[in-house]
């Protein structure tokens, strides 16, 4: 008895001096908090990063925090520290507005890894990662689509502020757009915000009125966007999340992002010790974006060839879409 009581010790003793990072490799539970600024369920930004976290809880115990809805920075900032002073291990700042709050508060945590996005930006901490999506290459490959589709020669985009994988996603749309039909006109709308569902839809409005026959957006206002095409029976093109279910009449294919592939690598690094002071990338070469297409969507089948060459394109280098 005396021995086992001297065995049971040693091993208590070893558990309580491994590291936190061991600890994370030993199986202990992951505590990750995830702070967004919309709905969970809102089939773009914030919706792709919860099932990203999600992906990975098939293969690993996580516990999960999730605060949506925060649009005010300040509210965000609050999650933010509160969740770090609870003991998280990682806290994920999902909103590019967030940076300024992040590099306040995760010098005060140290021994908390941050990760957030999309921005390249760590602020040269130890303990803060970013993450981005190199959405201009579905972009790219939804314009090459959307040209080839239209047959009034106009295609609209509804964008929110510029900035982030908003403006890659509009940016690298419209050169697609371009480079399948030179004459194409490729009109933009930045109305300003991320979550004001009316103006989105008063854009998509707008946009068709001026003969913009093929539509798409991005950010959680597309909502609206996309009730507005609905009506008018105009074809849209998703990104962030797969948008299909909005409207499985209009939707013909979203870009959707796959956090999990660089998640995966953060929580890796946090296992191995390290918490933070790398840049990681989705896109479409390491899977981290994935065009996912309609199938009730009849699309012809030289659209969808435009869109596969252009993915192949894409990912042997052959077609630049312009972000490094």
Do not use: C
């Given at each position: 008895?005396?021995?086992?009581?001297?065995?049971?010790?040693?091993?208590?003793?070893?558990?309580?001096?491994?590291?936190?990072?061991?600890?994370?490799a030993?199986?202990?539970?992951?505590?990750?908090?995830?702070?967004?600024?919309?709905?969970?369920?809102?089939?773009?930004?914030t919706?792709?990063?919860?099932?990203?976290?999600?992906?990975?809880?098939?293969?690993?115990?996580?516990?999960?925090?999730?605060?949506?809805?925060?649009?005010?920075?300040?509210?965000?900032?609050?999650?933010?520290?509160?969740?770090?002073?609870?003991?998280?291990?990682?806290?994920l700042a999902?909103?590019?507005?967030?940076?300024?709050?992040?590099?306040?508060?995760?010098?005060?945590f140290?021994?908390?890894?941050?990760?957030?996005?999309?921005?390249?930006?760590?602020?040269?901490?130890?303990?803060?990662?970013?993450?981005?999506?190199?959405?201009?290459?579905?972009g790219?490959v939804?314009?090459?689509?959307a040209?080839?589709m239209?047959?009034?020669?106009?295609?609209?985009?509804?964008?929110?502020?510029?900035?982030?994988?908003?403006?890659?996603?509009v940016?690298g749309?419209?050169?697609?757009a371009?480079?399948?039909?030179?004459?194409?006109?490729?009109?933009?709308?930045?109305?300003g915000?991320?979550?004001?569902?009316?103006?989105?839809?008063?854009?998509?409005?707008?946009?068709?009125?001026?003969?913009?026959?093929?539509?798409?957006?991005?950010?959680?206002?597309?909502?609206?966007a996309?009730?507005?095409?609905?009506?008018k029976r105009?074809?849209?093109?998703?990104?962030?999340?797969?948008?299909?279910?909005?409207?499985?009449?209009?939707?013909?294919?979203?870009?959707?992002?796959?956090?999990?592939?660089?998640?995966?690598?953060?929580?890796?690094?946090?296992d191995?010790?390290?918490?933070?002071?790398?840049?990681?990338?989705?896109?479409?070469?390491?899977?981290?974006?994935?065009?996912e297409?309609?199938?009730?969507?009849?699309?012809?089948?030289?659209?969808?060839?435009?869109?596969?060459?252009?993915?192949?394109?894409?990912?042997?280098?052959?077609?630049?879409?312009?972000?490094?």
């Amino acid at each position: 008895m005396k021995k086992f009581n001297l065995y049971l010790s040693a091993a208590f003793l070893a558990l309580i001096l491994l590291s936190p990072s061991a600890l994370l490799a030993s199986g202990k539970a992951l505590k990750v908090a995830i702070i967004a600024p919309s709905a969970q369920n809102d089939l773009a930004f914030t919706q792709s990063i919860v099932d990203g976290i999600k992906a990975i809880q098939k293969d690993r115990e996580i516990e999960l925090a999730i605060t949506d809805g925060t649009f005010v920075v300040e509210d965000a900032a609050a999650a933010i520290r509160d969740y770090a002073k609870k003991g998280f291990d990682l806290v994920l700042a999902h909103g590019s507005q967030y940076g300024g709050s992040l590099k306040e508060i995760a010098p005060d945590f140290p021994d908390t890894a941050f990760a957030w996005g999309t921005s390249a930006d760590t602020f040269g901490l130890a303990n803060v990662s970013s993450y981005e999506a190199a959405s201009d290459e579905g972009g790219y490959v939804m314009g090459v689509m959307a040209a080839a589709m239209s047959k009034k020669g106009g295609v609209g985009v509804v964008g929110p502020i510029e900035v982030g994988d908003a403006k890659l996603y509009v940016d690298g749309f419209v050169q697609g757009a371009k480079a399948q039909n030179a004459k194409i006109r490729a009109k933009v709308n930045y109305i300003g915000s991320f979550s004001d569902v009316a103006l989105a839809a008063e854009a998509a409005r707008a946009h068709m009125a001026a003969g913009a026959d093929v539509l798409t957006g991005t950010a959680q206002m597309v909502v609206g966007a996309i009730g507005a095409a609905r009506a008018k029976r105009v074809p849209w093109f998703g990104t962030q999340a797969n948008q299909t279910e909005l409207a499985p009449e209009i939707v013909v294919a979203s870009q959707v992002y796959k956090w999990d592939v660089i998640l995966n690598k953060i929580i890796a690094d946090m296992d191995a010790g390290v918490k933070g002071g790398k840049m990681y990338k989705i896109n479409l070469a390491n899977g981290g974006i994935v065009i996912e297409f309609n199938d009730a969507y009849k699309l012809d089948a030289s659209v969808k060839e435009a869109g596969m060459k252009a993915i192949a394109g894409i990912k042997d280098g052959s077609i630049k879409t312009g972000h490094k």
